[in-house]
């Protein structure tokens, strides 16, 4: 029966395409975000412990979305402090070095490294060395964000 009602679909489709009419999308249209039009120079979340750059860039898409996909770059010395999670979380290292927390186990990240968070962890990372450190953190909305 699904094949019966997607053989249909894909006739209706292509009919609309040989009237040259658009067929009727149900998905909001991409959001294309540049990152000097999301830029927030603050102190990082969890501690206010330093000082960053963020770049919220799904913050631009509107609602209803399903994911977060934000950039922080931490200052020397900075650091987003332990909190608690109530989703999975990942923090991808672009530049810099960091240490990473999760439930009071610590790991070194350098570029191109990256740290899946689970759920019900108390987790945080701090900038270590010589340069800012760069990281993309993606997590799915919860209601309570």
């Known amino acids: 029966m699904k094949r019966c009602a ?11 395409a040989a009237n040259g009419a658009q067929p009727v999308s149900t998905v909001p249209p991409m959001v294309v975000v540049s990152e000097s039009d999301v830029k927030v120079r603050e102190a990082p979340p969890h501690g206010a ?10 913050d631009a898409a509107p609602q209803p979305r399903t ?12 650091a987003v402090g332990e909190h608690p999670i109530s989703h999975d979380e ?3 290292v672009t530049s810099g070095k ?11 990240l350098s570029p191109g490294m990256a740290a899946y968070l689970y759920e019900g962890a108390v987790v945080g990372i ?10 993309i953190i993606s997590y799915p909305v919860s209601p309570k964000d």
């Open 6 to 16: 997607l053989i249909l679909l894909a006739a209706q489709l292509g009919a609309c």
């Open 90 to 92: 990942v923090y991808y």
């Open 126 to 135: 701090r900038q270590v060395g010589p340069e800012p450190l760069s990281i």
């Open 67 to 78: 994911m977060e996909f934000r950039r922080r770059v931490l200052d020397p010395g900075a």
């Open 98 to 108: 960091g240490v990473v927390m999760s439930d009071g186990v610590e790991a070194e």
């Open 49 to 58: 412990i330093g000082m960053s750059t963020a770049y919220r860039i799904s």
